[in-house]
Structures are given as C-alpha cells and as structure tokens.
C-alpha cells in the first residue's frame, strides 16, 4: 500500500468518525429535547386535571359568569389536544408552536376567570378554591421551569445542527430546528387582563 493510499484511508476514516460523532450528537439533543417536554408533559398533565375542578367548584358562586368557566374549559380542551400532538413530536415545529399558542389561550382565560372571582369574596373565601388556586400556581410555576429547561435543550441542538460542518450532517440527515416555548407572542399579549364589571 502506498503512502497516498494509507492516507487517503486515514483522512477518509477520519471523516467517517467525525460523521457518525456529529450524527450521534444531534440524535443525543434531540433525545435530550423530547426528555425536557415530556416533563413539561408531566406538569401540563397535572394542570389540565386541575382545571375542571376548579371551575366545577367555581360554578356555585359564578352562575352567572358561565360564557368565562366555559371559555377556560374549551381552553383547556384545546390546550390538551396541541399537548397531545406536540408530545408525539416534541421537536417538530408546528405542533410546538400550536401547544405555544393554545397555553396562551388558556393562560388568558385562566387570567379571566381569576379576575372575574376576584370580584366575588365568598368565592375568594372558599377552601376547596383557594386550595386549587394554590396548586394551580404552584404548577404553574414548575411548567415555567420546565419550559425553561425545554427551551435551553431547543438552544443546544439548534445550535449544533446550525453550526458548520455538523450542518452538513443535518442537512443530510433531515435535524430541522425546533421550536422554543414561549410564553407570549406579542406585545398585546403581554398586556395585564382587563376585567369590566
């Protein structure tokens, strides 16, 4: 074997290592991606659940608000829906800015209906409210930090299935970014809910 070959055979296995690294990398952030939503999963599962309770114990003090407890559970509802699509790709785009978009919905209706029972004492006084309340905000806080850990695991992996030459791997094998949660869209959304009554 000649000197050219044995260093054509060197450089070419140096690139195939260098393939299979960076292949291994990306599947490794994408794997790493889907374990960050599916906790996220995990604390939407918990808040979906909550939601009828509170609204059902809600309804005795609110019979007149019903277009608001039904707005939170049609919320809730397609919340659930984009959840359950995004959990079957968690790194497909689409889905993840559908669930983006429905939790923003639901958070406002959530914002709506706290607004409104701020207006009714006995509902604020209630036991079985306050406590749902409570656990409400307490997931609401982990689905915040589990967002946070999502959204830093979706920086990772499109950083480096942006970056050059792992780019090329991507490109061949088909790593498309993914998409980040976010927690508000625009400036309108980002707005505190008014209540008029």
Not at 77 to 106: C, G, I, K
Not at 127 to 146: C, G, H, P, Q, Y
Not at 174 to 194: C, D
Request: glycine letters at 2%; proline letters at 3%.
């Amino acid at each position: 074997m000649s000197t050219q070959s044995l260093v054509l055979v060197v450089v070419c296995a140096l690139l195939l290592f260098w393939a299979v690294g960076a292949y291994n990398r990306l599947v490794r952030l994408k794997n790493i991606i889907a374990n960050a939503f599916g906790q996220i999963d995990v604390q939407l599962k918990r808040r979906y659940d909550l939601i009828p309770n509170l609204v059902e114990a809600a309804k005795k003090y609110l019979q007149h608000e019903r277009d608001t407890l039904e707005a939170v559970i049609s919320a809730r509802n397609q919340a659930r829906v984009a959840s359950d699509a995004a959990r079957n790709r968690p790194t497909h785009a689409p889905e993840v800015m559908a669930l983006a978009v429905a939790e923003q919905a639901l958070d406002g209706s959530l914002a709506r209906l706290f607004a409104v029972a701020e207006a009714y004492p006995e509902l604020k006084a209630d036991d079985t409210i306050r406590e749902l309340s409570e656990e409400l905000t307490s997931t609401e806080n982990k689905v915040a930090f589990a967002r946070q850990a999502y959204n830093d695991s979706v920086l990772d992996y499109n950083n480096a299935q942006a970056q050059f030459p792992a780019l090329l791997i991507a490109r061949v094998f088909g790593f498309a970014p993914s998409a980040m949660l976010q927690a508000t869209q625009s400036a309108e959304e980002r707005q505190a809910v008014r209540i008029q009554i």
